[in-house]
C-alpha cells in the first residue's frame, strides 16, 4: 500500500521534486558549511574545481553526496561502519531514515539519513547497523537539529540528480498540505516526517 502511494507520489511529483530539503535553508546551510565543516571536507566537481571548501582530506569529498551510496569515494579510506550502512538493504534500515522509491537502488543518502547522521554519525551508525561497537571515522557532531537541516539542504544543492521525494515515511496527502501550509517557502515540496518541526521552525 504505501509502497503504491509512494511510487505515485513521486512519480506525481517528478523532477519537481528535485530537491530542496523543506525544513533547510541552503543558504544558511551554506554559511554553516563554512564554518564547521571545511576543515575536513571539500566540495569539489568530476573537473576537480572546488565549489567549496579549502581542499579538506581528512573526509571525502562531499560533491553529490546526497542520493550516493555511503561510503562511495574511491580512493577515500572509510571506516568499516560507514561501508556496512551503504551495504544495507534501506527497506531494512531500523533507523526508518533511509531514501527509498522506485529509482533508489540500495541505501543512499537522503535528507532524513543526512540529518540523522550528522548530529551523531557514530550513534547513528550504530543504531542502523545494530551494533553497539560501529564507530565512525567523522568525530563531529551538528549540534543543532536545524542547522543539520540547513547543511544538508546545501548539501541537496551539489546533488541535482537527487529527489527529495523518495524519503521514506513520507505518506500520502500529507505533503499536499504541507505545501498549503508553508507557501511562503517554494522549495517545499517533498520532505517527510520532519514536517512537524518544520512548520514551528519556520
Ligand atoms: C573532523 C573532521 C570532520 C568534520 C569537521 C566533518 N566531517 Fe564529515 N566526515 C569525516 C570523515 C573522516 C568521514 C568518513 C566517515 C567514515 O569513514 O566513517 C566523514 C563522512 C561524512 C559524510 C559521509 C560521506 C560519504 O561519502 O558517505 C557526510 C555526508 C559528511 N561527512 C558530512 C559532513 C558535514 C556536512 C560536516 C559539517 C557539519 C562534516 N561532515 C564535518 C570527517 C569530518
Known sequence: MKTLTLTAFTALLGSAAMAQDITGDAAEGEAQFARQCVSCHVIANDAGEVLAGRNGKIGPNLHGVIGRT?????????????IAYGE???AEDP???????????????????????????????????????????????????????????????????????DEPGEGTGDEAEDDAATETETETEADTGTETETETAN
Open 70 to 82: 555511503p561510503g562511495a569515494v574511491e580512493d577515500f579510506r572509510y571506516s568499516d561502519a560507514i
Open 88 to 90: 544495507m538493504d534501506p
Open 95 to 165: 533507523t526508518g531514515t533511509a531514501p527509498m522509491g522506485d529509482d533508489i537502488e540500495g541505501m543512499v543518502w537522503g535528507v532524513d539519513n543526512t540529518v540523522a547522521y550528522l548530529q551523531d554519525p557514530t550513534g547513528f551508525l550504530r543504531e542502523a547497523l545494530d551494533d553497539p561497537r560501529a564507530r565512525s571515522k567523522m568525530a563531529y557532531k551538528v549540534r543543532d537539529e536545524q542547522t543539520a537541516h540547513d547543511i544538508t539542504a546545501y548539501l541537496v544543492s551539489f546533488s541535482p540528480d537527487f529527489e527529495a521525494g
